[in-house]
């Protein structure tokens, strides 16, 4: 990784477009440190800390701790994420938007784009406002009154949008996916508090610290949690580059005097075709009832609330059972064994041991359906591991930590490989070479 950012700074072009990328991130980070008015952010603090282990905790991390302090980026790309499932949906159900997404072209990406922008939009309303309920149902405003509200679910409403709108100029003019890079940032940004909590853990532990809601770590979990989480990285990276080759053989055609086909290539189907797209989906549904009980002060400290905790059993099935589905929707929508098939028959390629059509088709579908099992599963393995790790040693946050690991991980190889790709198309003598 290093060495590709290394070769890549020396092309002026993908230079400037590292700059843009690296300038963009620092906006976000500091908008994560410019408060909101009207809000008492020395409670909210404290509040936070005995609520790290909740799903508020959960949504503290993927925003780069700007949930926790009440900043303008608190919200960060949760209704940008959020909006996108929806519509993701929306045009699977609705056969207007199904036709807009598959045969308006360009005009019809550019309107489903917009229409995801304005669901945004309403999104970021309604999650403002119920974070003002939250702060005001729990005394964490330093002044209330009609106009405090109206600048409080503004400024977040606001924050959300230049978020989205900064993701898109980074997917535009810098490297990688700009929602993915802002995920990455934030998620970079809390490993140094997540090491002090592991560290303080271990020193009350051996201080022999019993007082209630004192975080205590059992000095032989720190080893662990350090092992487990490299393998973790190791296995990630193995998954992420695994795939399945079917092999294809084209037919010889004899044109004048000339043969052509006769060769042979490759289908790679790769085991985790929909990447981290179903982990961050299935979460944000997932976390969608203990994020409403979180914002109506009735249900705070209700039962309901506790059953959706991040470390419920509950939450942990309902997770993986999104993780599933969600892997399988991406799956289909970006493999289409009809679609190649056809390709092949066309261009007179064939799979050995399968007629080309239908036969063919049938057999791609089998292997898209055994593949996508599998990588679901190695979805759900990696966001269960750490729920059990840290219910079985007692630290809780590890259950934010696996998805954490598993969305930086799956970035920072999504970006080498856009490096790569930039370098490729500029740097041909080496491509040929």
Do not use: C, H
């Amino acid at each position: 990784m290093l060495e590709t950012i290394r070769n890549a700074w020396k092309v002026q072009e993908i230079r400037q477009k590292l700059i843009f990328t690296a300038f963009a991130l620092l906006v976000f980070r500091l908008g994560t440190a410019v408060p909101v008015p009207f809000i008492n952010t020395d409670a909210l603090r404290a509040y936070f800390d005995a609520a790290s282990t909740s799903i508020l905790g959960m949504m503290n991390v993927m925003s780069g701790g700007a949930f926790g302090t009440g900043t303008v980026f608190a919200l960060s790309i949760q209704p940008y994420i959020n909006a996108s499932i929806i519509i993701q949906l929306l045009t699977v159900a609705i056969p207007a938007l199904e036709r807009l997404a598959k045969e308006g072209g360009e005009e019809g990406k550019r309107k489903i784009e917009r229409i995801t922008r304005f669901t945004t939009l309403a999104i970021a309303l309604v999650q403002g406002f119920g974070y003002y309920t939250l702060l005001k149902s729990n005394a964490l405003l330093a002044e209330t009154g009609i106009w405090a509200a109206i600048v409080i679910v503004a400024s977040f409403t606001a924050g959300s949008v230049f978020v989205m709108w900064l993701g898109e100029q980074i997917t535009e003019f810098g490297i990688g996916n700009g929602i993915s890079m802002i995920l990455f940032a934030g998620i970079i940004s809390r490993i140094p508090s997540a090491v002090m909590y592991l560290i303080e853990g271990v020193k009350n532990s051996l201080a022999g610290v019993t007082a209630e809601g004192a975080v205590v770590v059992p000095v032989w979990a720190l080893p662990l949690v350090v092992i487990g989480t490299l393998a973790l990285v190791v296995f990630v990276v193995f998954i992420s580059g695994a795939e399945r080759r079917i092999p294809v053989q084209y037919a010889k055609r004899v044109v004048g005097r000339k043969q052509y086909g006769g060769q042979s290539s490759k289908i790679p189907m790769k085991v985790n075709m929909s990447g981290v797209l179903p982990v961050i989906f299935a979460q944000t549904i997932a976390s969608l009832p203990a994020t409403i009980a979180a914002f109506v002060p009735a249900w705070s400290d209700s039962g309901f609330m506790k059953v959706f905790d991040a470390n419920g059993v509950p939450y942990t099935v309902i997770y993986i059972l999104l993780i599933v589905g969600f892997s399988y929707f991406y799956s289909t929508i970006q493999f289409n064994p009809i679609e190649v098939a056809n390709n092949l028959k066309s261009q007179g390629g064939f799979i050995p041991g399968f007629r080309a059509g239908r036969p063919t088709a049938e057999f791609l579908s089998r292997v898209l359906n055994r593949i996508t099992l599998f990588g679901a599963l190695y979805l759900g393995v990696i966001a269960l591991l750490p729920i059990i790790t840290g219910n079985l040693i007692g630290v809780q946050a590890l259950a934010i930590g696996g998805t954490s690991v598993l969305i930086v991980v799956s970035v920072a190889l999504d970006t080498q490989k856009a490096l790569d790709t930039q370098m490729i198309m500029r740097n041909y003598k080496g491509f040929l070479n």
